[in-house]
């Protein structure tokens, strides 16, 4: 099957290409990108307008299968990613059972084959059951399938254990995904220690409960020469110590996500959930100081850390709420809203921070649309403006703090290896899953 993607404004990251340009995909891969692209095909999309880029690459999100399938299933995130214009996305272990043992790995991996057509990548667990005691196998979680191991949704509090996984890790040659959170630091805290949680009588999580486990892993990382990506970074301190890592050649990432570069703790209307998540949204220093890292690449990549929750639970109070919002199908909005539109990233700048980047952290080849590589392509109409409405989303989760908010920028099309699993032409919205055409 041969498709022509036509004259859309080609961002590729690795051959440093932003130009009108046509793109022929052939068998699910990319055969050329020239300035014109004539003859036969089964399908031509017209992207003139529109952002081409690499598929999207999400590093952070969570599906909840096996055992909340109530909150999101593997097929429901998958079909949220291909709406959100994501290709690739790492699923978080803290599963029922946790994603510690091979087994559970192949489910995810087999799971994702079944249901649909982009790429599902499990993170394996760094501890038993994330109790963090006992190590998992590394090196046969990795053979499974495993992209990475963390310990997300919840900090290695042992130095000693995170040490120890850091050097596996590293023999192993297997990224670590920390989750920064000295967890007896943060006690009862449910948002930011800040103006906003005195106004409402709220414990506080202050900016040290991640700071101190940054530090720590960052100096780890230095002892054990292990990959270290920090998750969903939220403070200025955070940024400045990233910083301080790379001037000393240390092989450390890190992530912001969108919900941490728009919204701060003055956002939070009252007692409402869909504010409610881990880390909180923080200071408006903060705020700045993870733009700044953002426009500057100290900070590397932007992901979401997609975390849906089922309405009910989401109803209760900021006290009683699980933390989480999804993410997915607002992602490209609010960055293009957010950090495109107000210069603090180019269009090329941004295929970096959430395709090209990611790619090069999973030691991936995706994240290009150089010729030869598999066809996960993006295409974003940067000019669209509409009003985020929870109720269209289709993962299960409704949970965002962005519902009646007004944005620029709307996917048009999501396509994995040469099939087009997402499209939005005219109003008229197809997800298309592996076995099934859903309307």
Same mark, same amino acid.
């Given at each position: ?34 300035? #014109? ?5 089964? #399908? ?67 799971? +994702?084959?079944?249901?649909?057509? %982009? ?6 667990? %760094? ?83 991640? !700071? ?11 002892? *054990? ?36 570069? *728009?919204? *701060? ?19 408006? +220093? ?13 900070? !590397? ?15 209760? #109070? ?6 989480? %919002? ?49 066809? !996960? ?17 289709? #993962?299960?989760?409704?949970? *965002? ?39």
């Amino acid at each position: 099957m041969k498709m022509i993607i036509k004259g859309g404004r080609v961002l590729d990251p690795a051959s440093n290409t932003d130009a009108i340009k046509d793109i022929l995909v052939s068998n699910g891969v990319i055969i050329k990108v020239e300035d #014109s692209i004539d003859g036969a095909a089964d #399908s031509v999309i017209d992207a003139k307008g529109c952002f081409v880029m690499p598929g999207l690459i999400d590093l952070h999100v969570h599906f909840r299968e096996p055992g909340f399938e109530h909150k999101e299933t593997i097929r429901t995130g998958a079909r949220a990613a291909a709406r959100g214009g994501f290709t690739t996305v790492c699923v978080m272990p803290n599963t029922k059972p946790v994603t510690d043992c091979v087994e559970v790995v192949k489910y995810v991996v087999d799971k +994702a084959k079944e249901v649909t057509d %982009i790429n599902v990548l499990p993170i394996a667990a %760094i501890t038993a059951g994330q109790d963090g005691e006992f190590l998992t196998d590394f090196e046969n979680l990795k053979a499974a399938g495993a992209v990475a191991v963390s310990e997300d949704g919840k900090s290695v509090m042992n130095a000693r254990v995170a040490r120890q996984a850091m050097r596996l890790a590293a023999e192993v040659g297997i990224p670590v995904f920390a989750h920064c959170e000295d967890k007896n630091l943060v006690a009862r805290g449910v948002m930011n220690a800040g103006n906003k949680a005195k106004e409402l009588g709220f414990y506080g999580i202050m900016n040290a409960v991640e !700071d101190v486990i940054v530090a720590r892993d960052i100096l780890l990382a230095k002892n *054990t020469g292990a990959q270290l990506h920090l998750c969903h970074c939220s403070t200025e301190d955070s940024v400045r110590m990233v910083e301080e890592a790379k001037k000393a050649g240390l092989p450390v990432t890190a992530e912001v996500c969108p919900h941490h570069f *728009t919204l *701060t703790e003055d956002d939070i209307p009252g007692d409402d959930a869909n504010f409610k998540m881990n880390p909180p949204l923080r200071a408006k +220093a903060d705020v700045d100081a993870l733009v700044k890292g953002l426009g500057s690449g100290i900070m !590397d990549v932007i992901s979401t850390d997609h975390a849906p929750h089922h309405k009910t639970e989401k109803e209760l #109070s900021f006290t009683q709420a699980p933390f989480g %919002i999804t993410g997915l199908e607002t992602s490209v909005c609010l960055t293009i809203t957010e950090l495109v539109n107000k210069g603090v990233l180019t269009p090329l700048q941004m295929a970096e921070r959430m395709s090209y980047t990611p790619a090069k952290i999973l030691g991936s080849d995706k994240g290009t649309l150089l010729p030869g590589k598999i066809a !996960d392509i993006t295409i974003i109409d940067p000019e669209e403006k509409y009003v985020i409405n929870s109720d269209e989303f289709v #993962s299960l989760g409704k949970n *965002t703090p962005f519902n009646g908010r007004e944005v620029q920028g709307k996917v048009r099309y999501t396509i994995a290896a040469g099939k087009v699993v997402y499209s939005c032409v005219g109003g008229n919205e197809c997800i298309i899953d592996k076995d099934v055409p859903k309307l």
